[in-house]
C-alpha cells in the first residue's frame, strides 16, 4: 500500500504538471512459495521490507483536450512521465528486531575482496511512466484512475543483486552486533540450496 498528495497545475486542460509526494513500502517473503513449484526460491529463504518515501515531478499530456475542440470531455484518458527521487531502506526480521541491511553489506558491498561491489546508496532516482483517465463527476470533482511504472536504477531495494560471500570476511570489518547479524542474515538458505542469491524476490 501507498499514499500520498500532490499539487497540479494546468494549460488549457491538456498538459498538466504536478509536484507529487507518496509514502509507501514493499515486502516480499521467500517462505511463502510452493516448495514444489518454486524450489530454488523457497530454499533461498530471504525476505525483507523496504519502506519508500517519493518525491517526483511528473507531467501529464491529455490527447482528446489537445486534439480536439472538446476542452471539458466527461472521460479524459492521458499518458504521464517525469522523474523521481526516493528513499528506501532495506530491512530484515532477526528474532523479532527489524535489521537495516545495507550497512552490513551482506553481498561484499565495499569490501576490498569484491571491489566490482560498491555500497549502494539508499537514495536513487527513478523514472516514472504510465497512463490514466480522468472521470468528471461535475466542475469541481473529478476521479482519477492511474498506473504507473517506475524504471529504477538501482537493483537492491530489496538488497539482493548478485552471489553470496565467504562469511569469514565479516569479521575484517565488522565485531559484536554488527558481525553477528552480518552472519545470520548474509546467507538464510534451507539445506540443498544453491549458494547463490536469485536476483530479486
Do not use: M
Not at 530484515?92 to 549502494?120: C, H, M
Not at 536513487?124 to 504507473?148: T, W
Amino acid at each position: 500500500l501507498c499514499g500520498g498528495i500532490y499539487f497540479g497545475v494546468k494549460y488549457r486542460n491538456y498538459i498538466g504538471l504536478r509536484l507529487e509526494g507518496t509514502l509507501g513500502s514493499v515486502r516480499g517473503y521467500d517462505s511463502i512459495l510452493p516448495p514444489n513449484d518454486s524450489q530454488e526460491r523457497f530454499l533461498r529463504n530471504l525476505s525483507y521490507r523496504s519502506k519508500i518515501v517519493e518525491l517526483s515531478l511528473i507531467a501529464e499530456f491529455h490527447p482528446i483536450e489537445a486534439f480536439t475542440e472538446n476542452r471539458d470531455p466527461l472521460i479524459s484518458p492521458y499518458l504521464l512521465g517525469g522523474i523521481g527521487f526516493f528513499h528506501f531502506n532495506p530491512q530484515a526480521n532477526l528474532n523479532g528486531a527489524w535489521i537495516n541491511l545495507q550497512p552490513l553489506s551482506t553481498e561484499g558491498q565495499g569490501f576490498a575482496e569484491y571491489p566490482d561491489r560498491k555500497v549502494y546508496s539508499l537514495n536513487q532516482f527513478n523514472i516514472p511512466l504510465g497512463l490514466g483517465a480522468r472521470y468528471n463527476i461535475s466542475d469541481l470533482i473529478n476521479v482519477k484512475l492511474e498506473f504507473q511504472y517506475r524504471f529504477l536504477f538501482t537493483d537492491y531495494l530489496d538488497d539482493v543483486s548478485t552471489k553470496y560471500i565467504d562469511p569469514a570476511l565479516f569479521s575484517k570489518y565488522y565485531s559484536g552486533a554488527d558481525l553477528q547479524n552480518a552472519l545470520l542474515l548474509n546467507d538464510r538458505s534451507k539445506p540443498g540450496a544453491q549458494t547463490a542469491h536469485i536476483d530479486g524476490i
